[in-house]
């Protein structure tokens, strides 16, 4: 079984060309089996930043991790999770990384990475080598409580 833990990554403000900036952002990063997931698929190099933790709404956040938890269907119509998404909107269309959570009696299975927009089926191939992660569900759970009591209190 892997092991779940969260850890804060920080984003740098920066400015760009033409005068814009980029936000400076404190988010959530997923640590499977002590390495970073964000590492793993890329999503530093890709400006992308985790789910969690940045979201000024924190019952928006909530029901992510409700959905992590497998307690309400995925946001997304392709039945998928968004785990890294644009830092400035966190929306789909900018493009996300993502992928399918099943929560069975025993444990939670994460699968079939893929990056994904809302105009284009899931393109997969780009992280065949990712996953599957498979934790025992009670410390998943409590992993995720842990998450939601940390957003309430910000």
């Known amino acids: 079984m892997d092991i779940l833990t969260l850890g804060y990554?920080?984003?740098?403000?920066?400015?760009?060309?033409?005068?814009?900036?980029?936000?400076?952002?404190?988010?959530?990063?997923?640590?499977?089996?002590?390495?970073?997931l964000g590492e793993r698929v890329g999503a530093f190099m890709a400006d992308q930043v985790g789910i969690f933790g940045w979201i000024p709404d924190k019952w928006y956040e909530n029901d992510r991790i409700d959905?992590?938890?497998g307690l309400i269907?995925?946001?997304?119509?392709?039945g998928r999770m968004s785990f890294y998404v644009c830092p400035e909107c966190g929306d789909i269309g900018c493009g996300a990384v993502t992928a399918k959570i099943e929560v069975t009696q025993k444990q939670v299975i994460w699968h079939d990475f893929g990056y994904?927009?809302?105009?284009?089926?899931?393109?997969?191939?780009?992280y065949q080598?990712?996953?599957?992660?498979?934790?025992?569900?009670?410390?998943?759970?409590?992993?995720?409580?842990?998450?939601?009591?940390?957003?309430?209190?910000?």
Do not use: C, W
């Open 116 to 126: 994904e927009t809302n105009y284009s089926a899931p393109n997969l191939s780009r």
């Open 73 to 78: 269907p995925p946001e997304l119509t392709t």
């Open 9 to 36: 990554r920080h984003r740098p403000g920066e400015l760009v060309k033409g005068g814009l900036s980029k936000a400076e952002i404190k988010y959530v990063d997923f640590i499977v089996s002590g390495q970073s």
């Open 67 to 69: 959905e992590f938890l």
């Open 129 to 154: 080598a990712i996953g599957p992660f498979m934790f025992e569900r009670t410390a998943y759970f409590k992993t995720f409580y842990n998450l939601r009591r940390l957003t309430l209190e910000r």
